[in-house]
Each structure stands twice: as C-alpha cells, then as structure tokens.
C-alpha cells in the first residue's frame, strides 16, 4: 500500500465520519488506524490534517463550492473530504504541493473510487492557479475564515464582547502539551531537569503545583518513566481540579463523572484518601482503572448514573464531591475540533438542564460541613455562573466559597488565557 496516499484517505474517511455521520474523532481515529493500518507517522500526519480541516472547515467548503457545480452524490461523497483534505494540504501545510496532489488523487483509488482521480486533481489544480484570488475573496468573508459554526459565534460575541476574537483564536490553535508530575515520585524541578536531559525544554506556571508545558509536544513514551506512572499528559487548567478540591488524607472522596480519571489520579497523587470514582460509561471506566493502574494508585470505580445514586450508593455521606459535569465542551475545541461540528445550539439547554439534575442529586450525597466542586470544559455561563447562581438560589443549605476576590458564583478560564483550555469551577459549601 502506498503510505503517502494512505494517510489522505485514511483522513478523508475520518472527516466523512465526523462530519456526514456524526461520529466523534476519538472513536473514529482508532477505527482509522485499524481500517488504513496507519503507521505512528501516518497517524500523526493523518490528525495533523483531519484537525486542520476541522478548524477550516468554513474556508475550505466555500473554495469546494467554487470549483464544483454541483455537490458530489451521496456514493461519492467521500471525495467531497478528500477535497477537502487536498485542499488543507495546499493552503496550510508544509508538504510540497506537487506531492500532496499527486498523494492526494492517488487516495481516490484506496477509497475504491479510481474513477474520481481526474476531478480531484483538477479541483487541486485549479486552486493552485487561483490561489492568490480566491483567498483575496476568502479573506472579506468573515463568517467563512473564523472557522466556528454560527451558533456558537454568536453566543461567543454575546458572552464575551471583548475577548471573543482572542477565543476563536486560540479554538483554532493547536494546544499545548501540558504534562502533570506525579509528586509520589519526583517534584516537579527534579522532573523538569529529567526532561531536560531528555532534550525537551519545558516551563511552569505560578499557582500549578504539578503542572509543566512542554515546549513541543512529543509521543508520551518519549517522556522519563510515562509506563511507570511518573506523569499523566493533563491540561493545566484541569489540574486546579484537585488543588481546590483540596481532599485532606482518610476523607471519603465521590468523583461523580470520572472518566477518563485523569483527575481522580490527581485527587489521589495529592494525598492518601477513599476515592470513589463514579461514571454512567462502562466502557469509559476501564480507562479510568488503566490509568490508575499505570500511576499505582486505588480507588473505588462504580458505573452509575450521578443523578440516580440508588442503583449505587451505600448511603454513606461524602467529605468532598468533585462534579466534573457532562457539558459543551466548548472550552477544549483547540483539542477537539470535531466539537464545533458535533454540538447543536439545542445542546445546551439539554445539557443545562442535566447538570442541574446531577448537581441537586450531589448535594444530598454531600455530609453537612462538606465541600462540592462543581466544574465543566465549558465557556458559556448557562452551563457555569448561572447554573450556579441558579442552584444557590435553591438550596438554602449551600453557600459560596470564592475562588478570587468579589468571585460570586464561579471562576471562568479562558481558552488560550496562560495558554490553558477553557474551564469552569465554582466551590460550594453544605451548611453544618
Ligand atoms: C467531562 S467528562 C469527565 C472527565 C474526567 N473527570 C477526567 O478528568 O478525566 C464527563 C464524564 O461524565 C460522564 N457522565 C455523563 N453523564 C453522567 C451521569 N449521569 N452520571 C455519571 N457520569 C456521567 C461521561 O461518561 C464522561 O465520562
């Protein structure tokens, strides 16, 4: 099989996946490794150009339109996305344009539609000729180069008039590595110096205990003792998690949606406490055990619905909850560029109403005196400040703990901002 070709059709099945079937790229991409037998090098390359297209998906659609009088059949539609990943390849990446054309025509025979091979490469070509106009033209269409569905930019531009445009710049960035030190082992400057030695430079962050960014992001077995469970790869912002959940050693610890436990693993790096780590996804939950597994750490794992505790709840109250609630996800797209694609405007009125549920149920597994973190990877205030506002104004027995000074219902990160992802915690205290 040709390897060159081979990862533009693998990428071509990926975005048709995603974007026709509405299937997220975390389940689609093992798929394409398996049905492509990708190397580690065409999958790399593979994810390079799938997230790329993700991230352009507007600008790309739109050079589509302009080259073909009418849209591809159904049958053929997959060469819609090779288009499209040509296209990619052209406009953004470093390959030599005569090697990503001539790989990019020569995927229409692995995608069994050999017949197709003289449109792609005229659509190809005929952008290359054009280029310098279409782009011009391209560049006075803001709703095309911005890369983000209408819906979610508009909701964006409300909630944030001033920070919009640094959001959707960074949602169109790719992330950094951002690992977390396993302090059972190293600190983090004894783990830094051990990257070093490596040859991988590295920073840290004021108020991230155990956090360290990599300066270029490498294959996890690259990294000093990744098997032995020295370090897990966490964004930063996901790591205040457990810092203010702040679990004190023998308490009983509930993480209710759990998987894939990267921060269950944080909550029990920190210090010797019963952790039960609850998810409604069974399959899920295994990567939580994987996990501990590696870092040699314990804790409960129970698949359960969070909002209906009788199917597994001993009733014995908890010290602290950490509700890493099921949400948007609005706040990691530079991570996960399928989501701009995924989610509905109607999502989240849904998923706003779910993590109510999920936060009143929680509270009534909390002891008196006790602590619940509330959180979520979004950015918009429905599923943060005023769904916390919203429960205060309910529950009598709950007050705010601030996180910051005049912090009333919550504290909102930014994506991008200290170059982390988007996230939202608020702390709530249970009345004695
Ligand atoms: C944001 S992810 C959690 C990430 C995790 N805390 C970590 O740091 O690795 C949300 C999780 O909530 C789970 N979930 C969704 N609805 C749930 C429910 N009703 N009860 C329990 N878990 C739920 C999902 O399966 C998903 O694993």
Redesign the pocket.
């Known amino acids: 099989m040709n390897n060159a070709a081979t990862a533009r059709a693998a990428a071509a099945f990926c975005l048709q996946q995603v974007l026709q079937h509405e299937r997220s790229l975390n389940q689609v991409m093992p798929e394409a490794q398996q049905k492509f037998s990708l190397s580690a090098g065409d999958k790399a390359f593979t994810q390079a150009i799938v997230f790329g297209v993700l991230r352009d998906l507007p600008a790309l659609e739109w050079l589509v339109q302009q080259a073909l009088d009418k849209p591809l059949r159904s049958k053929l539609r997959v060469i819609h996305y090779l288009i499209l990943v040509g296209l990619q390849q052209l406009r953004s990446m470093r390959t030599a344009s005569h090697a990503a054309i001539a790989e990019t025509v020569n995927a229409c025979a692995l995608l069994r539609q050999k017949a197709l091979k003289g449109l792609v490469n005229a659509v190809l070509r005929n952008y290359q000729r054009q280029q310098e106009s279409l782009e011009a033209q391209l560049a006075s269409l803001p709703d095309k180069i911005l890369g983000h569905p209408g819906w979610l930019l508009r909701r964006l531009k409300e909630t944030y008039p001033e920070y919009w445009p640094a959001i959707v710049a960074a949602n169109n960035t790719q992330a950094p590595m951002w690992l977390r030190v396993n302090i059972r082992h190293h600190s983090v400057a004894e783990y830094a110096h051990l990257l070093q030695q490596q040859g991988l430079e590295s920073t840290t962050q004021p108020g991230l205990e155990q956090a360290i960014c990599l300066q270029h992001p490498v294959d996890v077995h690259s990294l000093p003792g990744f098997s032995e469970g020295w370090v897990s790869v ?1 964004d930063g912002a ?1 790591q205040y ?1 457990a810092q203010l959940l702040n679990a004190q050693p023998g308490e009983r610890i509930l ?12 909550i029990l790096e920190r210090c010797d406490c019963q952790v039960s780590a ?4 069974a399959t ?2 295994t ?2 055990e994987e ?1 501990l597994q590696r870092l040699q750490l314990h804790a409960n794992c129970q698949q ?5 505790p009788d199917t597994w709840w001993d009733g014995q109250q908890f010290d602290r909850i ?1 509700l ?4 948007s ?1 609005t706040g990691v797209i530079r991570r996960h560029p399928d989501i701009k694609w995924l989610r509905r405007d109607s999502d989240i009125d849904q998923l706003t109403e ?1 993590q109510a ?2 936060l009143a149920c929680q509270w009534q597994l909390l002891k008196p005196g006790g602590t619940l973190l509330y ?3 979004s950015v918009l205030p429905q599923e943060n400040h005023q769904q916390v506002a919203a429960f205060l104004a309910s529950h009598p027995d709950a007050y705010y703990d601030p996180l910051y000074a005049d912090d009333e219902s919550g504290w909102q990160l930014r994506p991008g901002q200290n170059n982390l992802d988007g996230f939202f915690y608020a702390r709530l205290q249970k009345q004695e």
């Open positions: 966490q996901a998690a993480d209710a949606c759990a998987a894939p436990g990267g921060k269950t693993a944080h609850l998810d409604i996804d899920r939950l990567r939580v996990n359960g619905d969070a909002a209906n950490l890493d609630a099921p949400c996800a779910l549920q999920i959180a979520t990877c």
